[in-house]
C-alpha cells in the first residue's frame, strides 16, 4: 500500500515550458511534504518543502501547491531547463511527536527538458 | 562541510554471500536514516538512529539486515545473506532539523 502517490512517472518538456508533477495522499498526520532533487549518480537533494499551513511557496523558478482538503501537492518548474532535467521525489512526513522523522517518498518523476 | 558519504558505490556479490555497506553522516548530525530503491519504485525507510541507538527499525525487511552505528557516528547496514530481492540502491542521510541530506548511494547487484 502506497502512502504517496506520484504522477507522472515520466516527462518530457521543452525549454521554457512549465514542467507539473502532482502527488496525493492519504494520511492526514502528515505534516511536512519536501520536494526532492536527483541526478544521475547523486543523492537526492532538498529541492523545496511545505507545511500544511499554507496553500503555496515558491523558490526562485520551483513552487509547490498544497490542496489540504484534497490531500495533493505538486511541484511546479516555470521556465524550464536542460539543467532542470532530473528524477524529481515527493515525500511525506508524519508527526510522530519527535520520535522519528522518516520520510515516506513517492515513486519519482524522470523529468527531460529539451533544449 | 563534507557532506554525507557512502561506501562502496557499488557492489555486486552473489546470492548467500555477505555485503557490509557503510555510511559516514556529517559532522554533529545526530540522526541517521537508512533508505532503498528498487528498481523503478519508491525510496524506501529501512531505519533511524538518533545518536547510536535505533530509534525506529519498523522498515527493516527482515533478520538478514544488521545495522549498527558505533559511537553515534559512521552506521554499517550488513546484509547476510544476501537475497536476489535485495538489489537496489541503498542511501544513507543524516539530519540535525527537518532537512534530511542524502548520501549518493550504494548499488547493490546481488546474483
Known amino acids: 500500500q502506497q502512502q504517496v502517490k506520484q504522477s507522472p512517472q515520466s516527462l518530457i518538456v521543452q525549454k521554457g515550458g512549465i514542467s507539473i508533477i502532482n502527488c496525493a495522499y492519504e494520511n492526514t498526520a502528515f505534516d511536512y511534504f519536501p520536494w526532492y532533487q536527483q541526478f544521475p549518480g547523486k543523492g537526492p537533494a532538498l529541492l523545496i518543502a511545505i507545511r500544511p499551513d499554507v496553500s503555496e511557496k515558491k523558490e526562485g523558478r520551483f513552487t509547490i501547491s498544497f490542496n489540504k482538503s484534497a490531500k495533493q501537492f505538486s511541484l511546479h518548474i516555470m521556465d524550464s531547463q536542460p539543467g532542470d532535467s532530473a528524477t524529481y521525489f515527493c515525500?511525506?512526513?508524519?508527526?510522530?511527536?519527535?520520535?522519528?522523522?522518516?520520510?515516506?517518498f513517492g515513486t519519482g518523476t524522470l523529468l527531460a527538458v529539451q533544449p | 562541510e563534507a557532506g554525507v558519504t557512502q561506501f562502496p558505490s557499488h557492489s555486486v556479490i552473489e546470492k548467500g554471500q555477505t555485503v557490509t555497506l557503510r555510511c559516514d553522516p556529517i559532522s554533529g548530525h545526530d540522526n541517521l536514516y537508512w533508505y532503498r530503491r528498487v528498481m523503478g519504485k519508491e525510496i524506501k525507510f529501512l531505519l533511524h538512529f538518533v545518536k547510536e541507538s535505533k530509534q525506529d527499525e519498523s522498515g527493516m525487511p527482515n533478520n538478514r539486515f544488521l545495522a549498527e552505528r558505533t559511537g553515534g557516528t559512521y552506521s554499517t547496514l550488513k546484509v547476510q545473506p544476501a537475497e536476489l530481492e535485495d538489489s537496489g540502491v541503498y542511501f544513507c542521510?543524516?539530519?540535525?532539523?527537518?532537512?534530511?541530506?542524502f548520501g549518493p548511494g550504494t548499488r547493490l547487484t546481488v546474483l
Open positions: 515525500a511525506a512526513r508524519k508527526n510522530y511527536g519527535g520520535a522519528t522523522n522518516k520520510l515516506i
Open positions: 542521510a543524516s539530519s540535525q532539523w527537518d532537512t534530511q541530506y
